[in-house]
C-alpha cells in the first residue's frame, strides 16, 4: 500500500512567514501530487496539482516542488487567511491516499 | 459554474446500508477524464478515498472496503450514488463527493468538491 507521510502534523507561524510542509511517498509517484487547503466546517479546496501547478484562483504566494518521492508546499507569506489544515494525496496509484494533514495555527 | 451536492440520512443504523446521492452541474459525466469521487473525514481525522466512477464507467473503490462498496452514475439525472453496506459506528464521517479532473500535466486531482454531508451510524 502506498503511505504518503506529512510533516509536520502541527505548525505554528506568523503573519508573513514564510512556511514549507512536506509530503513523503513510500514508492515513487512521479508527480501525481495534489494538495488540499481545509478550513474547519468546510470542504477541502484544491491549491496545487501535478506537484507544481498552481490551480486557477489560488494565490501565486502557494507553490509546490518535489525531489524524487519528496514534495514540498510552500507559502511565501502567511496571509490570516492562510490558517487551515493542508493535506497532500497521491493519485498515482488506485488509493488515492491523503496524507494526515498539517494544521497551520497562528502564533 | 460547477457545484455538487450530497444527500442522503443523517443517522444510520449499525449493520445498516447507507445511499448517499451527489447531484451535481456545470458539468458532464460523459465527458472524457472527468470522474466522480467519494471522500469521507472522521469527526477530527485526516481525509479518506473511498470510492470513483469514470466517464467510461470504470470504477475504482478502496482496497480495504471494497466487498462493502458500490458506486454508479446516472448521467440522465447528473447523479452518482455510493451505497456502503454493514455500517458501523466507526464510518461516522462527513462524506464528501468531488470531481476528478486528469490534468494535461498527468495525474487526476479532485477539483470541485460538495460542502459534505455528516452520516452519524448509531443505534
Known amino acids: 500500500d502506498m503511505q504518503m507521510t506529512q510533516s509536520p502534523s502541527s505548525l505554528s507561524a506568523f503573519v508573513g512567514d514564510r512556511v514549507t510542509i512536506t509530503c513523503r511517498a513510500s ?54 487567511e492562510d490558517f487551515a489544515t493542508y493535506y497532500c494525496q497521491q493519485t498515482y496509484t488506485t488509493g488515492y491516499t491523503f496524507g494526515q494533514g498539517t494544521k497551520l495555527e497562528i502564533k | 459554474q460547477i457545484t ?3 444527500s442522503g440520512p443523517t443517522l444510520v443504523k ?16 460523459t465527458t472524457t477524464g472527468v470522474g466522480v469521487g467519494w471522500i469521507r473525514q472522521p469527526p477530527g ?3 479518506e478515498w ?13 482496497l480495504s472496503l471494497k466487498s462493502r462498496l458500490t ?3 446516472d ?11 454493514n455500517m458501523d459506528p466507526v ?26 454531508t455528516l452520516v452519524t451510524v448509531s443505534s
Open chain 1, 27 to 80: 514508492q515513487s509517484i512521479i508527480s501525481h501530487l495534489n494538495w488540499y487547503q481545509q478550513k474547519p466546517g468546510k470542504a477541502p479546496k484544491l491549491l496545487i496539482y501535478a506537484a507544481s501547478s498552481l490551480q486557477s484562483g489560488v494565490p501565486s504566494r502557494f507553490s509546490g516542488d518535489e525531489s524524487g518521492t519528496d514534495f514540498t508546499l510552500t507559502i511565501s507569506s502567511l496571509q490570516p
Open chain 2, 4 to 6: 455538487l451536492k450530497e
Open chain 2, 14 to 29: 449499525p449493520t445498516h446500508a447507507l445511499t448517499l446521492t451527489c447531484t451535481f452541474s456545470g458539468f458532464s459525466l
Open chain 2, 45 to 47: 481525522k485526516a481525509l
Open chain 2, 50 to 62: 473511498l470510492a470513483l466512477i469514470y466517464w467510461n464507467d470504470d470504477k475504482r473503490y478502496r
Open chain 2, 71 to 73: 458506486i454508479t452514475k
Open chain 2, 75 to 85: 448521467t440522465s439525472k447528473n447523479q452518482v450514488v455510493l451505497i456502503m453496506t
Open chain 2, 91 to 116: 464510518d461516522t464521517a462527513t462524506y464528501y463527493c468531488a470531481r476528478l479532473f486528469t490534468s494535461r500535466r498527468g495525474g487526476e486531482n479532485f477539483d470541485y468538491w460538495g460542502q459534505g
